[in-house]
């Protein structure tokens, strides 16, 4: 369609046209980097268009190639009609703000900041078009429950539910342009006070494991203003640039994110609700992205979250059944509110994938080699020490062996809940550095060390109560899944099974769960297996507690 552009990204996301995984073979795997640099500079060259309901797609696209040719565009809803624009180089952007109008006849009185986020105007809005050249509008957003169950109920089998969640619920490509376009515009305010920062997207924006619908987690990073200094010989002298001093880097951080607050509170389109969250262990800015409909989380300095999203963007890469286990089991904790947006003592979709992650180095063959493996698959390019921390893994996905290991998704997932449903959570913690459960070194009730930060915890906010509804949850989804085996489904009938019917809120009638209650002889078998499986394994003293 468009064969002009020399940067066109194949990143490794979830697109229909990119799918990702081991089995899939002929996808290139690009390394992290690669991936975040070509959507960054794709970005760069990317406007974003409010435009008037009732705009003709033909006379937009031809207005807008007087600048340039247009290498990509799609139009979407949030708070009214956007267009996304991807020129094929930049200097269409300049051209284009160039033509551009600050706005003259409001009557409200505007702050003249100039940014890529534009506003079109129709010279003559009387100008009736047929419908049917309206933009047609690309979704943002994930399908309805009622949709998902429809697409679960048409599925063949278990494993193909798990693949129709992972392809409902997974970034679009539009999706992930849009993501980077707003750490783009972001940029471009940050970039007033810190020439030559870079915001970076991090988290499930790029982790591979984003979900429709989820949060932007953006960080500013000013390593980069530092990188670009030239060490010019100068003979006797040394110039440095004069900093300003401050107490501790946290005071830095703080100050750094206050005055971009004010800044993007005043000065940056269409964001709003800034919050400035500078207390917390890890100060950040909070605000919504109004135009792009997401809401942001702005870090500084963040950077071994950043890796800890390259590791989870590797894992995610290695094997295509890792992704759609991930998103079934990210899903069935939001269903039956393990998980939740405001923080609290609940577990968190990042400590669930680590789970995830864990049981799957944990099956025999290993589905994911071990972070310790990783790293010693490293090469002297790969080190990388962070905060005085060993960051070091392999990059380069080529160089991990694909695993030997063939078991269904179906059977995965069984597995999953039956083996947290049973892990001594009382005594040892979760290590995917290792692939082996450890000792708890404290009393947490939920233990999952740091991969980076070894000395912490990354779910220790979550209390024994939360950890023991997933347990009882995890213990009856298995059970259910260990019924279904039992019982196939007739393809014509409309009662959800299978994965479906582990996503019912809880309290839902005709659900296995609540059929189970009226089966006490059931309830008295599942409840006997558990306590000889606890016997056995010494496992679910600490969940159940005295
Ligand atoms: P969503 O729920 O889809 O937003 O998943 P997410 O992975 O983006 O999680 P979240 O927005 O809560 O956090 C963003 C990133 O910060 C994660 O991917 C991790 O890299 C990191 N992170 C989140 N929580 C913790 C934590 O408790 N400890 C550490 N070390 N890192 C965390
Ligand atoms: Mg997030």
Redesign the pocket.
Known sequence: RHLCCPGTVAANVGSEEQPLGGSEDKIPKKRFSEVQEERREQAQRTVLIRCPNNVNEKKFLKYLSQHGPINNHFFYESFGLHAVVEFCQKDSVDSLQNGTHTPKQRTDPVIPFKSRFLNLKLKNSSNQIPQQSYAQTNKQLPPSSKKLFELLNYAENIDDQLNTLLKAFQLTEENVRLRHLTCSLIEDIAAAYFPGCVIWP????V?T???LG??L?MFLDLDEIGKLDVHKNAGDFLMEFQMKTVPSERIATQKILSVIGECIDNFGPSCVGVQKILNARCPLLRFSHQASGFQC?LTVNNS??LK??EL?YIYGSLDSRVRALVFSVRCWARAHSLTSSIPGTWI????L?VMVIFFLQRRSPPILPTLDSLKSLADAEDRCILNGHNCTFVRDLYKIKPSGNTETLELLLKEFFEYFGNFAFNKNSINIRQGKEQNKPDSSPLYIQ?PF?TS?N??KNVSQSQLQKFVDLARDSAWILEQEDKSQPSLSSKQPWGLATLLLPPGAVSTPLSKKKKKPMNEKVKGLLASIKSSTTDSSKGTHGK
């Open positions: 991090f988290g499930s924006s982790n494991f984003g979900k989820c949060d987690d989380d071994i979250a800890s999203s989870l968190t979709n990042f400590s994938t740091n930060e912490l990354i779910s």
